[in-house]
Each structure stands twice: as C-alpha cells, then as structure tokens.
C-alpha cells in the first residue's frame, strides 16, 4: 500500500499546488485520480515518482518511508512511472527501452506482446529509434508499454495515458488496465478524465486547487461527479468529465 | 602476432585472432604484416608512394576486404596512400580503420590517403574505425583523407567511427558523384579529456539524379573540442541531406558549419543540426527504469554513438 501523509509541494516562485494531500493506494486495485486542470494531479504523481521532492509530508510504501528516495530508488522499490509528455531520444530503439525497463534482453515474442497490449504492430516498432520520427501518439504508446515492461513494480503510476491515442489503442489500453486489474497484484495508479477510465476503476479520488476533494469506491464517486458536474462531455474516446469541473 | 597489434586489430577491424577470409593486407608500423588475395580482389605494393592499390573485379558480390593500419608505439609517423579501383557492377565490403598505440613519450601518428574510383553502379560499404590506445604522455593522431569518385549509379555507404583515445585527429572526406550516384556517410565520434577533432566533407553533385545523406553523431566530454564543416554543392537536380547532432558533456564544446550550395535550380537541399547537453527529461526517464544517473548518461550516449 502507498499512502501520501500531508503532502505538500510549491513551484520554485512560492505558489503551493499541493496544499495537505492524505490519500491511501491500496494494492492491486485501480485508483483513478482526476479533477481540473492545474488542480495539482500530475504534481502528485511526480511526487509519488520521485520526481518532485515534496516540501512537507511523508510518503509511505508498504510500510517504509521512502520520502528521501531519489527517482533511481523509487524505481528499484516498485514505482513505475509513465510520463504525460514521452521523452524522445536519438539512437535509442524501443525495444532498447522496454529491456532497460525489464532489465533484461526480451524475446521478440515479449516485445510483441508488449507493444500489442497498447495497439502498436510490434515488428514495426521494435527496431524503430524513440525519436521524434515518431507520432505523439506512437510516443505516448510505447511510453504506456515501458511502464508495463516494468521489472519488479508494485505500483504502475500513468498520467493521463489516454491523451493522444487514437480510439483503438485507447479501447486496448482500457483493455490492457483490466487485465492488469484483474491478473496482477500490482496496483495502478491512473491520472485521468475518462469517464470509460473512471468506469473500470475501484477507487476514484478527485483533486482540486492541490486538495482532495472526494474520494471514494467508483460507485459512490463517479455517479457524483456525473451529477454534479453535468451530462459527461462527449468526445471521439468515450466520455470527458474534464471540462465539467 | 603480438598483443599491441592483436588488440588494435581486433578494436577497429573484428580481427578474431585468426586470419581475415578473404583478401587482406594488414600495415603494421608503417610495413606489411601480412596479405593476401582473393579470386575478385588483388592488393599490390603502390610504385610512387608508400601504400597499396587494390583492385576489385566484378566478380566480387558481398565479399569483403580487410586494409587495417596500426601504430603500435611512439615515434612512428605513418604516411600511407590506398587507391581502390571498384569495378562496374562490383559489390564490396570495405574493413579499413586504424589503431593507435603508445605507452612513451613519443607521437603515434597515422595519415591514411584513401582514394575510391567506384565504377558504374558499384556498390560498396565502407567500414573504418579509429581508436587511440596506451598510456604514453605521446600523442596518438589520426588524419584521414578519404576521396571518393563515384560513377553513373554506384553506391557508396561510408560508416566512420572514431571510439575514444585518438589525441588529434584532422578528417577530410571529398566526394563527387556522376548521374544517379547514392552517397551515404554515417559519422560517430567520441572525444574525451583534451582531445581535438576536426571533420571537413565536400561533397559535390554534378550528376543528374544524384544524392546525399551525410549524418553526423559526435559526444564531446571533459575538455574536448570537434570542429565540423560540411558542405554540400548541387550542381545539377539532385538532393542533398545533411544532419550533424552533438551531445555535450563536461567542458565539451563543438563548432559545427554546415554548408549548402544550390547552384540548379532543381538542386534539394536540406541541412539539420543540434548541439547540446543530454536533455535532463531523458536522463530523468531512465531513472524512472531504474538506472541510476551515471547508466542513464552512459545508455544515452552509447545509443547515440551506437
């Protein structure tokens, strides 16, 4: 289990975004944390990675205080991260990625099985370099696939993994979290607006202004935010609540 | 053979220990360590200059010859003109590359003058490594001049790396290609420490239909400095690419010059260039894979180089 004690965290200029977060992720279960834009959700999962160091607070994973780990330290304990924006690079192959991520070289058939799970056809892809030849789209798949090559992580962290997919990988990628869902002991943590996310989802915790302002079993919280927020807006991958709060 | 040379063989020319398959000719402190022929290739001592000319028939499809040079200590100032005749329709491996060894206080130096006749569409790939060696205060350089003449749709695939420990080293690689002619040189060079690297490519078209891709990868760290000049001349229709990347680490610096001359009309011509530190959202990716900061830059840099 992760649990987050009063989080707080400033931007270098003095504005604090995250204002006291306490929050518990429960293991092997899928904890969907949404709310507005700028409320303060990507700052917690960088926070969670080691990216960000928090300002106040503890973070706590099964039990151990990991606060002071670096980036390398939290990624050694189990915390895999998959960024908003991939990050590109020149002369590095995907599969490069996947078995630096996995520690280990792959089989092709593993590449292929992971590249599948987020819609890319693998022998296309695998011995492609993850430069800027690449879509955005193609980026933030192969980005989503790093994350599930991931040895040893207890806690797989996406922030918003739908954005810049198409509708197929989209459908494969809520595939692909049930099936992590429902297989594994690992527990996923998913920054999101999608309502289709939301729907799979066991926990949903809904941040603004840097505050947790619900949380709760999906069917106590996503009937709320529907209602409070207003028919769920529609868009080419399903449903958005985002533009409601 | 001994260690120095085994060793530097087998850094810039795969040398497994045993002879090469194939047409060789192995140059070992400014003499021949060994040659031989093959049915398609014959190498022969120059008559007016230290050197060989190698002859490729047309009979050589895929087959592969080694010319690799070694400098195995100070005080050896290698001076060194290969002409290689690639008939029509040949298809051919080129091993070259040279290694530098010194362990006193004296320069090891090798300048390589290399000059390519590649007939009508011939193909060749030509491979070449450089690397300095040896813990001697002496200098290890390396001056290569590569000449290139390319014939009515031959193709010519130049893969260069220089691998770290060379001093000095001062490249100039001139090439003109005939109609329809295909040039592709893929540079990689690494530079440490007080280390120099100077590259200069001239290429020009004057045959229709003709094109160039000239992509160079280059890491400058401690107090190194590369110096990069291109140009690319388009006398004719005709397309012209050139990419120079540098990565910088520690005190590196580069200068990089690309130059593009369009003199038709329907002459293509594009150049591209970066030059900066490893981005900090790449290292910081690797992390979140678990590297620590060190592998991270090192996994960065050798795919880059790679």
Not at chain 1, 18 to 33: H, Q, R
Not at chain 2, 107 to 128: M, Q, W
Not at chain 2, 145 to 168: F, K, L, N
Not at chain 2, 251 to 266: H, I, K, Q, S
């Amino acid at each position: 289990m992760l649990e987050l004690k009063d989080i707080r965290w400033k931007l270098p200029e003095g504005e604090e975004i995250l204002k006291g977060i306490n929050l518990s992720i429960p293991d092997g279960k899928l904890t969907v944390v949404t709310g507005p834009n700028g409320g303060g959700k990507t700052s917690l999962a960088k926070i969670i990675a080691g990216l960000y160091e928090p300002a106040e607070g503890q973070i706590i994973l099964d039990g151990e205080d990991i606060t002071k780990w670096d980036i390398t330290e939290r990624a050694k304990g189990g915390i895999a991260y998959a960024f908003q924006q991939p990050v590109r690079f020149k002369g590095l192959t995907v599969r490069d990625l996947l078995e630096m991520s996995a520690e280990t070289k792959l089989k092709e058939e593993k590449v292929c099985s992971l590249l599948g799970e987020v819609g890319l056809c693998a022998r296309e892809y695998m011995d492609r370099e993850a430069d800027a030849s690449l879509s955005g789209g193609e980026s933030k798949r192969i980005e989503i696939a790093t994350v599930l090559a991931r040895k040893g992580a207890k806690m797989l962290v996406f922030d918003e993994p739908e954005a810049g997919i198409d509708l197929w990988s989209f459908t494969n990628l809520i595939e692909a979290f049930q099936r992590l869902k429902n297989e594994d002991e690992r527990s996923l943590l998913v920054i999101s607006h999608q309502e289709r996310i939301m729907e799979i989802a066991d926990h949903i915790v809904v941040i603004s202004d840097g505050k947790v302002k619900m949380q709760g079993s999906r069917d106590e919280i996503l009937p709320q935010l529907l209602s409070e927020h207003g028919a769920a807006h529609k868009c080419p991958l399903g449903k958005s609540v985002k533009e409601e709060f | 053979m001994d260690e120095i040379t085994s060793k530097l063989l087998g850094l810039v020319a795969d040398w497994n220990g045993t002879d090469f398959k194939g047409a060789y000719n192995i140059r070992k402190d400014s003499g021949c360590a060994g040659r031989q022929n093959s049915e398609n290739i014959t190498i022969e001592n120059k008559n007016d200059n230290p050197g060989i000319v190698i002859k490729i028939g047309a009979g050589a499809q895929k087959e592969t010859v080694y010319i690799p040079a070694c400098v195995t200590h100070g005080g050896v100032n290698d001076l060194v003109y290969n002409d290689f005749y690639v008939e029509d329709g040949a298809d051919v491996i080129i091993v070259a590359g040279c290694g530098v060894h010194s362990d006193d206080e004296e320069e090891a130096r090798h300048n390589g003058i290399h000059r390519f006749f590649v007939g009508k569409n011939a193909k060749v790939l030509y491979k070449e490594k450089h690397i300095g060696t040896g813990n001697g205060k002496g200098a290890k350089k390396i001056d290569p001049v590569t000449d290139i003449v390319m014939e009515e749709g031959s193709y010519v695939e130049m893969d260069t790396t220089q691998i770290g420990g060379v001093t000095h080293s001062n490249r100039l690689t001139t090439a003109k290609l005939g109609a329809g002619a295909k040039l592709v040189i893929r540079e990689r060079l690494m530079t440490d420490n007080d280390e120099t690297a100077k590259s200069d490519f001239v290429v020009v078209m004057d045959g229709e239909d003709s094109g160039v891709d000239l992509v160079s990868r280059s890491v400058a760290k401690g107090n190194s400095y590369q110096d990069y000049h291109s140009v690319i001349k388009g006398n004719c229709r005709c397309t012209g690419h050139s990419a120079c990347d540098a990565i910088l680490a520690g005190n590196g610096r580069v200068n990089a010059t690309p130059e593009l001359y369009a003199g038709d009309l329907d002459a293509s011509l594009i150049h591209e260039a970066a030059i900066g530190k490893i981005a900090g959202e790449q290292l910081i990716k690797l992390r979140t894979l678990g590297l620590t900061a060190e592998e991270a830059e090192q996994k960065i840099i050798d795919g880059f180089l790679k």
